[in-house]
Every structure is written in structure tokens, then in C-alpha cells.
């Protein structure tokens, strides 16, 4: 943004410093918060900047409604952005997964132990699919999705990282940089985190505040407080994705640590201006940055969706008119499709037999007469994932043209 942080004017020029900080913090569009960040009172200012992208993003989102996919393209997409964003969320903290990790955790939770790696913030993931409602009134209801998430993967793999406070944590931490650089201080002791976290919370749910606005300063202020030892940067994303996903389109809620990933630097660069005593507590940069990034989420998840649509549509049409004497085998085609522009990995034979509306025996046949060099064959530990070969489509396609 154009409009320069305070931490900046402190360094250009002092009087001006103390003057614009004053016009910023008593400007009657200014919002006052009841938390404070080191000495300061946080506030946000209002810019005309921040509205604009709040504008453009409720604009871009009434598009991405408005764009209709088939039923398997729905489930497949959305599958395929969950187990994109549960790797990511997890890489920006250092954490390695796979899809095919995420992909075996995905396919049969109800058989998963959540002492293994992964599983509990896969299902909490899963849970935002499904619209599932949760509560964030109270620190308890925190520490509670805490558990759902870490508890048994920490306790079986670091149970030193476990909360050992009445809530969260009673130990000091720090937070270092690659390096081992000291870059922030969690809030210390407990009574301190409960009493900040539990402001924090009213301001979540002040809706006298843009819910966009408010997601924005929550999420900045989890990571300002840091309540727990282990899995902060992830709990705090997975919070944000929600609030999202229950006023936005769902997609939206498997983009968030894609574009942050995009421009790490922004993201640090953001925490740490204004976790700096000379900014004296304002939070109009991280807002800002965490709207640019919904903005940006927002924009790639449009464009995405609208060029699979094309295409969709350009493959459906060139391969009804082949296969236009057999609806079945048309209709296979078309899941097929779905599945090669909408998935990672293929759709398993249970699905297509759910939207076959058929046998398996009789899946099987019609499998068999798709010729081999189309059909694209996943194997995925026991399980099989169909896809068609949309490069050896596009060679007949202008093999079709050329004959035209």
C-alpha cells in the first residue's frame, strides 16, 4: 500500500511521526480495540483501500456463485483445494505432507487413529465441507477445537509441546526466525493470554465490525498472543478459512495459505510491523495485507474455476457428438472429464458407481470399452483413481478438425 506505517514515519521524521500518529488514532473513523499491543492501544484505521478490496471481493465471490459445475466437478474441486491447502498450511510452518498422505487420510477417516500425523486437521478441514457450525464465544471453545486438531498427534509424537496451563500455556515462548533470531515474544503469563484472547474473541464477534476486518485482526492477534507451544500458525489459518468459508463461497476457505505461501514475506513482513512498538499498536498493515490475500484468493479461485468451466464445456461437446448413440457410455465420459480437470489424483470406482447409478460389473464394461490410451489409471495404495487422458483427447480432437 502507498499510505506508510508508522514504524516507517519514526525513522523519516519524529515531529511528523507523533502528529500523524495522533490524527490516525483520533480520526472518528478510526476503530478503537479493547487489546493492546505492548504498551499501545490497537486500533485500525478505515482507508479507503481496505473498502475497495472488500468490495471487490464480495463482487468476485457473487461470480463464483453464479458459476454452475456438475455435482462430481463440485466434490472433486473441492477435494482437490482441501488437500492443496492442508499441505500448504502445513509447509509454511515447515511441516512436510504429501498429497497422497493427505489423500489416504481423506479417503476413510472414520479407520484413522488421530495419533497419527495429520489427522485431526484433516478432519477438521473435511468438517468445512460439510458447513459444519463451531463456536468461538469463549477461550474453552479455542482450546477445545485445539485438541480436536493437535491433541492426540502431540501427545503420541512431542508431549512436551502439549498446553500445560489451565488453558493454553504457562511457560513463556518465543518465536525465532530461520536463523534462530528472537523475532516475537508470546504474551506471559496464562492470566495474560486468557484475559488478551478473551478480548480478542469480542472483537471477533463485534458485527458492528466488517466480518472481513474482523477475521483479518483475529488472525493477527492469534499470532501476537500465541497461546499454545506447537501449531499456532496452523490453528490460527484453519480459524480464518472458516470464518471465510461461513460467509463466502466454501472454495475460498482451501486458498488462504496457497496465496500466503505466495508471498510469505508480505505475511511475516505484516507481523512484524505491527507487532514493533513504534507502530504504536495500529493494525491497518496486517489488515490490509490479510485482504490483499482474500482478494488475491478470491481472484485466482474465479479465474480457475471459469477457464475449468471452458473447458468443460469444449470437451463435453466434442465427445457427446462422438458417443451421442450411447448415453451411458456419454455420461462416463463426461465424470471422466470432470475428473481430469477437477482432481489431482482421479475419481475412485465407488464414486463413479454413485454417479454411474450402477454396478459395479456394469462399470467395469463400460471401462473396458474406453480404449486404453484414453483412460488414465491411478493406483493409490488398494484403491483405483479414473481419469481421462485429456492430452490424447486434444490429439483427437484436432485429428477430428484436420479431417473436417
Not at 471453545?141 to 500455556?169: C, Q, S, T, V
Not at 475428473?339 to 458407481?353: K, V
Amino acid at each position: 500500500m502507498s499510505r506508510k506505517n508508522l514504524k516507517q514515519l519514526f525513522h523519516m521524521n519524529l515531529a511528523e511521526y507523533k502528529a500523524e500518529y495522533n490524527r490516525r488514532f483520533n480520526n472518528e473513523d478510526t476503530i478503537h480495540l479493547p487489546v493492546y499491543i505492548g504498551e499501545n492501544q490497537a486500533f485500525i484505521c478505515q482507508t479507503p483501500e481496505m473498502y475497495k478490496m472488500i468490495v471487490n471481493i464480495e463482487r468476485m465471490d457473487k461470480a463464483v456463485e453464479l458459476i454452475e459445475l456438475p455435482s462430481a466437478a463440485k466434490e472433486q474441486y473441492m477435494r482437490k483445494c482441501l488437500i492443496d491447502e492442508i499441505i500448504l498450511t502445513n509447509n509454511i510452518e515447515g511441516v512436510h505432507s504429501t498429497r497422497k498422505e493427505i489423500g489416504d487420510i481423506l479417503q476413510d477417516l472414520s479407520k484413522k487413529s488421530k495419533k497419527n500425523r495429520f489427522v485431526g486437521l484433516v478432519a477438521k478441514y473435511e468438517k468445512l465441507v460439510q458447513r459444519e457450525k463451531l463456536d468461538f464465544n469463549c477461550c474453552e471453545d479455542i482450546r477445545k477445537l485445539y485438541d480436536d486438531i493437535f491433541y492426540e498427534e502431540i501427545k503420541a509424537n512431542d508431549p512436551e509441546n502439549l498446553p500445560d496451563g489451565k488453558i493454553f500455556r504457562k511457560s513463556a515462548v518465543e518465536v525465532l526466525s530461520p536463523s534462530q533470531k528472537v523475532i516475537h515474544k508470546g504474551l506471559y503469563p496464562e492470566g495474560k493470554i486468557i484475559d488478551t484472547f478473551e478480548k480478542s474473541l469480542e472483537i471477533l464477534n463485534d458485527e458492528s465490525i466488517d466480518f472481513l476486518i474482523r477475521t483479518a485482526v483475529f488472525h493477527y492477534l492469534f499470532g501476537y498472543i500465541h497461546p499454545f507451544y506447537d501449531g499456532n500458525g496452523r490453528t490460527s489459518r484453519f480459524i480464518s478459512s472458516y470464518l471465510l468459508s461461513q460467509n463466502l463461497n466454501p472454495l475460498i476457505a482451501f486458498r488462504v495459505s496457497y496465496t500466503i505461501k505466495e508471498d510469505i514475506k508480505k505475511y511475516y513482513d505484516a507481523f512484524d510491523v505491527c507487532n514493533n512498538p513504534l507502530n504504536k499498536g495500529e493494525l491497518t498493515p496486517f489488515v490490509e495485507m490479510f485482504l490483499c490475500v482474500i482478494e488475491a484468493s478470491m481472484e485466482q479461485l474465479l479465474n480457475s474455476l471459469e477457464e475449468k468451466r471452458r473447458n468443460l464445456d469444449y470437451y463435453n461437446i466434442f465427445l457427446s457428438n462422438i458417443y451421442k448413440e450411447d448415453k451411458n457410455l456419454t455420461k462416463l465420459y463426461y465424470v471422466l472429464i470432470q475428473a481430469a480437470l477437477f482432481t489431482n489424483i482421479g475419481i475412485s470406482r465407488d464414486e463413479l458407481i454413485s454417479y454411474m447409478e450402477c454396478s459395479g460389473n456394469t462399470l467395469k464394461k463400460m471401462l473396458d470399452t474406453i480404449p486404453e490410451e484414453l483412460l488414465l489409471v491411478n493406483q493409490q495404495k488398494k484403491r483405483k483413481f479414473y481419469l481421462l487422458n485429456l492430452d490424447e483427447v486434444n490429439k483427437r480432437i484436432e485429428k477430428a478438425f484436420d479431417n473436417a
